[in-house]
């Protein structure tokens, strides 16, 4: 038993040294980033929000058993880990009393002879092992080699993943033979519970004393050094994220990484644009090293299980974007260059002429680590976010790799320059001018009231037209609808007419965050001065970054979105929806309102009150929701790459055989409006199949008024 003890003593010595040369690596590559002090601090001031992540998210596993059959699986893989440590004390404890007295019978003190752990230990390496059988299955059912682009898998590291499953499977053969020789032999610390192990005991027993003596010897070595090789190989494959998605879920932004972009960083400390210098200061990212520790967690967390791309628009219609591989890519560059990174001045010039080669490869270019059309291809829809069972923040990165494209390299698709230009000179992204911004009130037989420095007195909100709301002849329907509809129910309400200007959205989504925080200060500098407290806004950009945004620059208001307070008024009463509307409607979620800023129900409350009206739910909706396409500023850029996001959204909503699409933001319906049209002029739709607001069939149902031209 001594014997049996120094092997199993210098085993773990050799593994605990390999996996602590590892980890030093990973700490000195991710602080070769930038700092992130806000992430630390944000953990530290709200332990509470973080200790219930930790249960929710890590623990409880929330977002992987929204995919019911692998995060099953998972569920129990996982647990696994946890409830099996008990049996490593176990063995260690044998190892060590076996090599002292002779006889392995350790036993954990105060629990180690409860039937319950016993039965808990053979039962989670059960499931484990039914949990082993389901991924096999289901990596050969969604293997990349039959189902090609279209695999969650493609472009993931296979072998390495395989490899793992049969070390979990090593781990779970060898602890039964060991627990049943111990049977055995009368060394097992439990009387009963380990059902499983009993079984196997059962099996063994007529093998005699000797061989089980040996193969409880041999059991027992042979578990430890599984779980060595396994915690080595853990630390250098993409399993590590068994050790980092813990940290990665306590320093994610809260709660999920999405709605505000985050403000530009530089050193760790916020960038002032009036005092930055280009010399010193970081602007966005444009070398691996501009990225935070954040980011090298996110790169070390990736687990490449891929059902971020499974979600991502663009990839689903043929571009090149992955989100996945957008993450792996960048690992994959940092592993490669972190011999340079690491080394001292004397060092680098010894280095191997591959690593000196690698140097010359920008993050982003034609030859970079992201090709441009990677970059340029995210509408930010956050999809990605949504599904990511470890908190990787995607938008994050190509946020920053945008900033650097379009602020210091001036590179970005050309067309969106027109935009950039027309919100300088215009104050909005289609360069009319501000005096149009009212145009729509005229229209319209009731008196609205246009804010002349401050706010009306008993005006109870500021109507946040937006620039498509105010200029754009389809979006100007719901701003006159929604207006129409305040005006029924009582509520006082004023516009800013051509004091309003584009809130910079789609400046700061382009990576323009210069004229974003021009845009942004001037708005807030209005609606202060005005005296704005309360804001309902239509377009669903426009309340993401007046809610989520503006508050980084001093902007506090209590936004709703329109759906929010048309919702409220309905439930009290203040508007009354009578006339039926019979037809069959499919409601698609817009991104920013759903995904970013968790409104589903309302929308859907609404029309739900509309008599007549049947919805039918398209096969993505909700948190799965498919964008439309025009978000993170692709409605300012040619869509060159695979098929049109637009059309293939229509696509799905023309599965449930839709009399009307109704959805809840300008860009949404103009997106939409335009694919149902190129499907009506193929054949493919109805003629009179329309896209409409949900605040355009309220305001028919309470007016009783006939079908609104259609919006398409
Ligand atoms: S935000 Fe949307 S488009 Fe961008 S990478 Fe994620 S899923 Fe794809
Ligand atoms: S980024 Fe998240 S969702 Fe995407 S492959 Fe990695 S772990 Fe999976």
Not at 51 to 65: H, N, P, S, T, W
Not at 109 to 130: E, N, R, S
Not at 172 to 177: A, D, M, N, S
Not at 557 to 585: F, M, N, R, S
């Amino acid at each position: 038993m001594l014997l049996v003890a120094i092997i199993g003593l210098l085993m773990t010595a050799a593994a605990v040294a390999l996996t602590a040369r590892r980890a030093l690596f990973l700490y000195r590559l991710a602080t070769v980033g930038q700092p992130a002090p806000e992430r630390v601090e944000y953990a530290r001031d709200n332990a509470g929000a973080e200790l219930k992540a930790q249960l929710v998210e890590v623990f409880g596993q929330r977002k992987l058993l929204k995919w019911t059959p692998s995060g099953t699986a998972h569920f129990f893989v996982m647990w696994a880990f946890f409830i099996l440590l008990t049996v490593y004390i176990e063995a260690y404890g044998a190892l060590v009393q076996g090599a002292v007295t002779g006889t392995p019978d350790f036993h954990i003190p105060l629990i180690g002879t409860w039937p319950v752990l016993a039965f808990l230990q053979d039962f989670i390496a059960a499931a484990a092992l039914i949990g082993l059988g389901a991924f096999a299955v289901i990596r050969v059912k969604n293997s990349p080699k039959t189902l090609g682009r279209s695999s969650r898998f493609s472009g993931s590291h296979l072998g390495g993943a395989w490899l793992v499953l049969f070390m979990i499977f090593n781990v779970i053969w060898t602890l039964f033979l060991y627990r049943a020789a111990a049977i055995n032999t009368g060394n097992f610390p439990y009387r009963s519970g380990a059902f499983v192990s009993e079984g196997v005991a059962a099996a063994l027993r007529p093998l005699g004393e000797g061989a089980n003596d040996a193969l409880e010897h041999v059991g027992l070595l042979l578990h430890i050094a599984v779980m060595l090789v396994f915690l080595v190989i853990v630390v250098y494959s993409k399993h590590l994220h068994i050790f980092t998605a813990p940290l990665n879920v306590l320093f994610s932004r809260r709660p999920d990484g999405m709605g505000a972009a985050q403000p530009m960083r530089s050193g760790g400390k916020l960038l002032d644009f009036e005092e930055a210098d280009p010399d010193t200061d970081v602007f966005g990212r444009g070398k691996l090293e501009d990225t935070s520790w954040k980011g090298f967690l996110d790169f070390y967390t990736c687990t490449e299980c891929g059902r971020c791309q499974s979600q991502c628009p663009a990839w689903n219609t043929d571009k090149p974007l992955s989100p996945k591989m957008l993450i792996l890519d960048q690992r994959d560059h940092a592993f490669k260059v972190a011999p340079y990174l690491l080394a001292g001045e004397e060092q680098r010039k010894d280095l191997h002429e591959d690593v000196l080669a690698l140097l010359d490869k920008p993050l982003v270019g034609e030859d970079g680590v992201i090709h441009p059309d990677v970059l340029w291809s995210c509408t930010n829809c956050g999809a990605c976010v949504e599904q990511c069972p470890v908190d990787i923040e995607h938008i994050d990165h190509i946020l920053d790799m945008r900033r650097y494209q379009v602020m210091v390299e001036s590179s970005f698709p050309s067309e969106a320059g027109v935009m950039l230009k027309n919100l300088e000179n215009k104050g909005n992204p289609w360069g009319m001018s501000e005096m149009k911004r009212a145009e729509w009130v005229e229209e319209l037989d009731f008196e609205v009231e246009i804010v002349d420095d401050k706010m009306p007195e008993d005006t109870e909100y500021l109507f946040w037209v937006g620039c498509a709301g105010a200029l754009e002849d389809r979006a100007k329907k719901t701003t006159k609808a929604v207006a129409e509809l305040l005006h029924i129910a009582g509520v006082k309400f004023a516009v800013l007419g051509p004091m309003e200007a584009c809130t910079g959205d789609p400046a700061r989504r382009l990576g323009m965050e210069f004229l974003f925080s021009m845009l942004a200060q001037q708005n807030i500098e209005t609606l202060n001065d005005a005296g704005v407290k309360k804001i309902v806004a239509t377009c669903p950009h426009c309340f993401n970054t007046l809610a989520n945004e503006y508050p980084q620059l001093g902007g506090n208001y209590d936004v709703v979105h329109h759906t929010q307070l048309l919702a409220k008024l309905v439930e009290e009463g203040k508007l009354t929806p009578i006339t039926p509307i019979e037809e069959k409607i499919t409601y698609h979620d817009p991104c920013f309102l759903g995904r970013h800023n968790k409104v589903y129900a309302q929308p859907r409350d609404i029309m739900a009150k509309v008599p007549g009206v049947q919805t039918q739910e398209m096969h993505r909706c909700k948190d799965r929701g498919f964008c439309c396409g025009a978000g993170g500023a692709r409605m300012w850029m040619e869509e060159r790459i695979g098929k049109r996001i637009n059309t293939e959204r229509v696509d799905e909503a023309l599965t449930t055989d839709p009399d009307r699409v109704s959805t809840a933001c300008p860009f949404c319906l103009v997106m939409l409006g335009d694919a149902i049209s190129e499907k009506k002029n193929s054949g493919e739709a109805k003629e009179s199949l329309e896209v409409v607001d949900v605040a355009q069939l309220l305001i028919r149902s309470v007016k009783g008024e006939a079908p609104a031209t259609p919006a398409s």
